[in-house]
């Protein structure tokens, strides 16, 4: 018993030196913000071992872990500006502007469906080829083809995979 913990704890040291500055660099460009990357990237990892020896694939669950804290964090700031903004306007008895720079690749991805939006970001964000995205996914590599054109389609903004931030990816 003890060798086998010995094992995880070891495969475990591999996967965190080997995941996360890739993980903490993909959670920065969403969060735009270094301590909460920091944060979501160490958070995933700390759940990630909390189910460590139930799990086939830690890596794909890693990213999920991480989606899931990033989309928790993209609403809660929502939350955050959006009350900022009520007691800014009550306060000088201006109304609620939503500034145009409100309305940016965030809100888009957000509005995607769960099934399309995962894949969305594992493939652009992230920069995961498709097969591994299906492999973490556990879909076929055409549903994940397929899913990525209906993202892309569902958002009505076809130049959304041409973000900068993924423009970079070779």
């Known amino acids: ?7 995880d704890r070891a495969a475990a040291e591999e996967l965190f030196n080997a995941c996360y500055p ?9 969060v735009d913000d270094d301590d909460t990357a920091h944060e979501i990237a160490a958070e995933a990892f700390t759940r990630l071992l909390a189910r460590w020896s139930s799990l086939e ?7 999920m872990i991480a ?6 964090h993209w609403r809660r700031m929502g939350r955050e500006r959006r009350a900022l903004r009520a007691v800014s306007a009550a306060t000088h008895g201006d109304p609620v502007l939503y500034p145009a720079q409100d309305v940016d690749v965030r809100a888009l991805i957000q509005s995607l469906p769960d099934r399309l939006r995962q894949p969305f970001l594992l493939y652009h964000y992230a920069g995961f080829p498709v097969r591994d995205v299906a492999t973490m996914l556990g879909r076929p590599e055409g549903t994940v083809k397929a899913d990525l054109h209906q993202a892309i389609r569902a958002s009505g903004h076809p130049d959304l995979c041409c973000h900068p931030l993924t423009a970079s990816r070779s």
């Open 57 to 63: 694939n830690p890596q794909s669950y890693l990213y």
């Open 1 to 7: 018993m003890e060798k086998f913990r010995a094992t």
């Open 22 to 30: 890739r993980l903490a660099g993909w959670v920065r460009r969403l």
């Open 67 to 72: 989606t899931n804290l990033v989309r928790d």
